[in-house]
C-alpha cells in the first residue's frame, strides 16, 4: 500500500531527526513525498546549512523554515522576533502556506507537552500546528495563502510513561523536568529500527549541537547497542482531521487517514 505523503512540523533543526527521524526515511524509502517546515533560524545561519545536510540524510527535500528566533537563542534569526512571541494569526497562516502548497496526507509534530523536555518552542509549534491543520482546510481562512487542503491526519511525536522511564534519563539532563503521557495514549508505535541509520546520520549532521554536547553530542557518544535502545522506536498520538464540511476527494479532502505502521 503506498506510504501516505508527509509534511513535519518541528520547532528546531534537530528537532526532526530526534523526534520523527525514522518515519520521516521510511516514508521518503517508500517513495511517498516528505517535507519538513522549522519554525526557527534563519536560512542563513549554520543551523540552517545543518538543517539541509540533515534532510538530504533523511531524505525530506529542502528545507522550509518559518524564520522566527528560537526562544533561548535570539541570534538564530538576527531582526526577527522570537516564535513565541510572534503574532498567533501571522504563525498559523504562514504554516497554512506550506501545508495547502505540499498537500500532504498527514502531518508530523510535537505533542502538546513539547515532547520530553516541554521546551516552549517545542509546545508553541504544537499549538500553531494544530490550529493551521484546522484551518488549512477552511477556504474563507487565509484565502490568500493558497488553495484550501486538508491533510487526514494530525500524529503527535510523544513518549509514553513506560519508555520515559527507562529512557529519560538520557535523553533529559539531570535535574531538569520530564514530560511524557500515559501508556494507553499512544495509538502509533513505529519500529524504526531498519532506518536506524540515517536516523542517526541525519541527527549527527546537526554538527553544532553535537559540539556543544546537545542531545546529538551525548547520542554520538554511545555505544551502538545504546543508540539503537534510544532511537529505534517511534511514538505517536494520532488525531484525524477530516472536516464534515468538506466537498471530496476533489476538493477539500485529502485522500483518507492512512497509518504509519
Not at 513525498?33 to 527535500?61: F, H, K, N, Q, S
Not at 484551518?135 to 519508555?163: C, F, I, K, N
Not at 520530564?178 to 513505529?190: A, C, I, L, R
Not at 542517526?200 to 543508540?227: I, K, N, Y
Request: charged fraction near 20%; include cysteine.
Amino acid at each position: 500500500m503506498r506510504l501516505p505523503s508527509l509534511l513535519a512540523v518541528f520547532a528546531h533543526p534537530d528537532d526532526e531527526s530526534l523526534s520523527a527521524g525514522g518515519v520521516i526515511a521510511r516514508h521518503s524509502a517508500g517513495g511517498a513525498r516528505t517535507a519538513i517546515v522549522t519554525a526557527t533560524w534563519a536560512e542563513a545561519t549554520p543551523r540552517a546549512a545543518e538543517l539541509a545536510d540533515a534532510l538530504r540524510v533523511l531524505g525530506a527535500g529542502r528545507p522550509r523554515l518559518l524564520g522566527y528566533a528560537d526562544a533561548r537563542f535570539p541570534p538564530s534569526a538576527p531582526g526577527s522576533v522570537r516564535f513565541c512571541d510572534a503574532p498567533l494569526d501571522e504563525s498559523v497562516r504562514r504554516l497554512v502556506a506550506h501545508i495547502r502548497e505540499f498537500r500532504p496526507d498527514i502531518v508530523v509534530t510535537h505533542d502538546a507537552y513539547g515532547g520530553l523536555t516541554g521546551h516552549p518552542d517545542h509546545v508553541h509549534t504544537h499549538r500553531v500546528t494544530v490550529l493551521a491543520v484546522q484551518a488549512a482546510g477552511l477556504d474563507r481562512l487565509y484565502p490568500e495563502a493558497g488553495a484550501p487542503w486538508q491533510p487526514g491526519s494530525l500524529y503527535l511525536a510523544t513518549h509514553p510513561d513506560s519508555a520515559a522511564r527507562e529512557l529519560g534519563g538520557v535523553l533529559v539532563r539531570n535535574g531538569r523536568a520530564m514530560y511524557s503521557v500515559p501508556d494507553q495514549w499512544v495509538t502509533t508505535t513505529v519500529d524504526v529500527g531498519p532506518w536506524l541509520q540515517q536516523k542517526l546520520g541525519a541527527v549527527l549532521a546537526h554538527r553544532s549541537e553535537v559540539e556543544r554536547g546537545a542531545l546529538p553530542g551525548r547520542l554520538v557518544g554511545l555505544p551502538p547497542a545504546d543508540q539503537a535502545r534510544l532511537l529505534s522506536t517511534e511514538w505517536y498520538i494520532r488525531q484525524d482531521c477530516s472536516h464534515s464540511s468538506a466537498k471530496g476527494p476533489g476538493d477539500l479532502q485529502g485522500p483518507p487517514a492512512l497509518l504509519l505502521q
